[in-house]
């Protein structure tokens, strides 16, 4: 659910010193990052797991890596020239590092934009010769960033962050249908016209960090103003505005913004920032994960009127847990839940997500039933055109295929 | 009456440019060039004007006072820093000729950084920086791993190679970049040491700031400082300043003489640095400096203004967009400069023309040169005069009227544009698409240069940097204090 490559000119500089905040740049996305990193013209590859205590990069003057388990690399070797590529999407890694290890970097590219299998998928790549690639499918689904750090390096990643976090400026996101390639000596793109930039809207509700940009929008100036424009469409009075940690925080300042009411703290957790959702762990583990995460503040909203803003619901696991807490300990007045984006009610085509459409909540419940099951008074959706509208004035036509319209 | 003549020191697409300026003077002069390579713009236009064109080392004081017994030339024009620093022009002085271009010693200002530095901080000279400056290489490394956040840099003008940023633009990286930063201070030296024997420092270390890049030349009779438009060079060998350090891949400049991103009031404030510059220099060395004397400038969140080094000449490629946008005689002004007369000079400039030049070099520029060496290359100049854009040869050899590749930048190609920046930048990449290798050899440029999302960039940055630096002058804020724990206060005094 991630890529990066750093290269670094000279051949002095460990990139991979600097990859390892870029890694901890992504693991936002995953719990599980394969890498291939290039020294010499030796391609070494491995797995790490970014949240575990003490994990390194072996030495080298380039790097790719990919947040499983959506991420994957391929290697191929040819005549001695050998490639490595992480991607993301429907086309096959491997498949794309045999033709980089086999022809030309011009000739290639022009084939790989030809296969349409291709369109939804980005991906990075490195070759033994000192070349690197990057590239964006034709629609666009998945962002990539590229940005510098002094005459030392170029680096690309699937967001901003990441390549802040390696010492780097932000520059630029490719174009859907965009490859830029190059070395030590030359730098090309190959730019087909055309391409659709619909760029998937779960990076913005949930995917990113909100100190990123993706794709050119600031993804915490779009929570903020997902929330307020949820707010204008929910006539109640509350009388306090919490968010579920950690994602929801934006869009609850935001919806707390425009409503004049204050907004509080409700849960701290007592395990990190981690994320639920994305874990590798058993729906028991799940749970208890969840609930080390929330544990309420006591008194502050004792027989008030609430607004519990969240930035989407899948399982509605969460959801569910929090309200509980609530109304248990605290017993709350109302509850309103206010999600601020559209109801996802299938898995994603392109592999952004690896959601099982039979534990979507609202694929499979109409509202009156997720409000029993929430033990909400009120349920409000982001109207998916709000969201539309935002992206629009940044030449952005969102896909929101796992999405209700 | 006899012509006058000119004598032009050098072979590069700074020398072309100048020589092209000098061709179009109502003197009507006969120029002559001296060059270890043969520039087939400069052979032109000295076959011309019945000048004669001379290969020898412009580094050379005897190759060229050969040159000049042999031409008598009423005026020598020098136009690289490495025949400045080898007394080039003192030799010729010497016998009597009339120099454009400093003595060896006044050349201190390019050659020494740490020279401009001292001299900066010695006659309080805004836009300075702090650094040290270092014989023993283990020294620097011991001191640049301390400080942090700094630049390496060869003491020695090295051609636009070796210094490095070791940016430490978060916390986190600090260590990574210091011991980075320590490891290639050993290497620099060892390469500087072996390469140059005329200076004693090798390696300055200095703070490293962020900003936007311009430069500001100027010429100087050493009494009165005259200030040329801006130009903004791009030192990135690629597109979205990615990749190394060259020496210039294109620049931009207008309209009039500001560029967009700047004030009037910054403008003014870098030609006081350089008035200021060449009157400390007065002070220190008591010589009048005589030419071209260039501030490559940063504006920073701290002066505003910033000097990151002095030229002791024009920029390459920054004057050959002087070549659509100078009025007046161009000659003129060079020849009232060596006789000390800069003073009633009128410089005339074109207002209303926005120009952006792009280098052309050959793939393996700048790190792998020998790569870069003997591809035939070919030029459609015609197709490029049609655009209305100037050709300007620069690292190519013409052999056995075969023109090579000497592994630097090829050539220039500089566009003028009344509507803007954009029309300019894709004039420039349609008269590029007219200069090809003859053996395929790749060829590299950058697109981006001129083009609206780069001036976009720029402007944001200068914005932000104005911010910072107004801030500080309004309360007066040039003594910055740090507080390390366990050690104490630790102040930086920029006022004195
Ligand atoms: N103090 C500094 N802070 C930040 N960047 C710097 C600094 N000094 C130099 N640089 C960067 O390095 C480049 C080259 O440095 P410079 O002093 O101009 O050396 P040269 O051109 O002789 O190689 C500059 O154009 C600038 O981009
Ligand atoms: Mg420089």
Known sequence: MGLLLSFFFEKDQDAGRYSYYGIMGLRHRGYRVSYAVLNGDDIEVGKVNPWSERWSLPKGYAVIAGVEPTASIGLASHNGKKAAVASEGLCDPEEIAKMLASSKIDETVQKIFSMEKNDSCAFVGLSSEGEFIAYRGKNGIRPLSLGGYGFESVYFATESAPITLMGGEYRYDLKPGEAVYGSRTFFERYDIKGGKRTTSLFEYIYLARPDSYVDGVNVYLFRKSMGARVARRHDANVDVVVGVPETALPYALGYAEEKGVPLELAFISTIGRIRTALAPISQEERLMALSLKLNPVPNVFEGKSIAIVDDSVVTGLTLKTVIHRLRRIQAVKEVHVIVSSPKIVDSCPYGVNKLDPKTLIARTLDDEKIKRVLDADELVWLPLEDALKYLESFGIDPCRRCMSP | ?496
């Open chain 2, 1 to 496: 009456m006899s012509k006058f003549k000119v004598l032009i020191v050098g072979g590069g697409a700074r020398e072309h440019a100048l020589t092209l300026l000098i061709s179009r003077s109502e003197i009507e002069p006969s120029i002559s060039a001296i060059s270890s390579n043969v520039n087939p713009g400069i052979l032109r236009l000295c076959e011309g004007t019945n000048g004669k064109y001379f290969k020898g080392k412009p580094t050379d004081p005897n190759d060229v006072l050969k040159a000049a017994e042999e031409v008598s030339p009423d005026l020598v024009v020098i136009g690289p820093e490495e025949p400045l620093f080898s007394g080039v022009s003192d030799t010729l002085k010497d016998k009597g000729f009339i120099v454009f271009g400093p003595t060896a010693r006044a050349s201190l200002i390019e050659k020494d950084k740490g020279f401009a530095r001292n001299l900066m901080w010695k006659y309080k000279i805004p836009g300075r920086l702090r650094y040290k400056t270092f014989v023993d290489p283990e020294d620097a490394a011991e001191y640049a791993k301390a400080v942090g956040d700094s630049v390496v840099k060869p003491a020695r003008q090295a051609g636009g190679r070796g210094v490095r940023v070791f940016g430490e633009t978060a916390e986190h990286l600090s260590k990574i970049a210091r011991e980075a930063a320590a490891s290639y201070v050993k290497r620099l030296a060892d390469v500087i040491k072996k390469k140059y024997k005329d200076i004693e420092n090798t390696i300055v270390v200095e703070e490293r700031v962020e900003g936007v890049e311009y430069t500001l030349m100027t010429v100087t009779d050493g009494y009165d400082v005259l200030p040329l438009p801006i130009v903004e060079d791009h030192p990135h060998l690629y597109p979205w300043d990615l990749g190394p350090e060259t020496g210039g891949m294109g620049s931009i400049s207008g309209p009039s003489y500001i560029l967009p991103f700047l004030t009037e009031d910054e403008f003014k404030e870098s030609s006081k640095i350089v008035e200021m510059t060449v009157k400390a220099l007065f002070d220190e060395i008591k010589e009048r400096y005589v030419g071209a004397i260039s501030g490559q400038m940063m504006l920073t969140s701290f002066w505003g203004p910033t000097l990151i080094e002095y030229y002791a000449r024009f920029g390459d490629p920054e004057i050959g967009n002087l070549v659509f946008m100078i009025n007046s005689d161009f000659l003129e002004l060079l020849d009232a400069a060596a006789r000390k007369k800069i003073s009633s000079y009128k410089l005339n400039i074109n207002e209303n023309v926005y120009v952006v030049s792009k280098a052309v070099a050959p793939e393996g520029y700048p790190l792998e040169r020998e790569k870069a060496k003997g591809h035939p290359i070919a030029v459609d100049e015609n197709t490029i005069k049609k655009l209305g854009c100037e050709v300007l040869y620069g690292g190519v050899d013409l052999v056995n009227g075969e023109l090579l590749t000497t592994g630097s930048r090829a050539i220039e190609v500089v566009c003028p544009s009344k509507k803007g920046f954009e029309e300019a930048s894709l004039l420039a990449e349609k008269a590029i698409a007219s200069i090809k290798t003859l053996d395929g050899y790749r060829l590299i440029h950058r697109w981006d240069i001129g083009s609206p999302e780069h001036l976009r960039f720029r402007l944001r940055k200068a914005r932000l940097a104005r911010l910072a630096y107004m801030r500080r002058r309004s309360k007066g804020l040039f003594i910055i204090y740090d507080w390390i724990p366990g050690k104490g206060l630790v102040v930086f005094d920029y006022s004195s």
